[in-house]
């Protein structure tokens, strides 16, 4: 079992830059795919972007490729979604998951994913 708590999120301008992070503990950290999702008031949860155990496969959302890049660092339990030119549409709470993996799968689903953490808010201003 893992538990995922994030952190990073705040108000920002349009245009600015966040960085969230999502810090595991648990099981070792490169048995997980680890994924991001977001919410907006009033929407169902989005897929953002995922990796694969140990970060050498990494898919994105049309909607935040090439501006968000996600990445790890399985040494200290950790994945980031750092996310440039934010827009107001991109407010949300943003979410970590993540699922055991036997292999180097990137999972897209929220259905694929075991474990969540609680969330942290973004709040992109115009």
């Known amino acids: 079992q893992v538990q995922l708590v994030e952190s990073g999120g705040g108000l920002v301008q349009a245009g600015g830059s966040l960085r969230l992070s999502c810090a595991a503990s648990?099981?070792?950290?490169?048995?997980?795919?680890m994924g991001w999702f977001r919410q907006a008031p009033g929407k169902e949860r989005e897929f953002v972007a995922a990796?694969?155990?140990?970060?050498?496969?990494?898919e994105y959302a049309d909607s935040v490729r090439r501006r968000f890049s996600v990445s790890r660092d399985n040494a200290i339990n950790t994945a980031y979604l750092q996310m440039n030119n934010l827009k107001p549409e991109d407010t949300a709470a943003y979410f970590c998951?993540?699922?055991?993996?036997?292999?180097?799968?990137?999972?897209?689903?929220?259905?694929?994913?075991?474990?969540w953490g609680q969330g942290t808010q973004v709040q992109v201003s115009s």
């Open positions: 990796i694969s155990r140990v970060g050498t496969r990494k």
């Open positions: 648990g099981r070792p950290f490169s048995d997980y795919a």
């Open positions: 998951a993540a699922r055991l993996t036997t292999t180097g799968t990137l999972l897209l689903r929220e259905n694929d994913y075991t474990y």
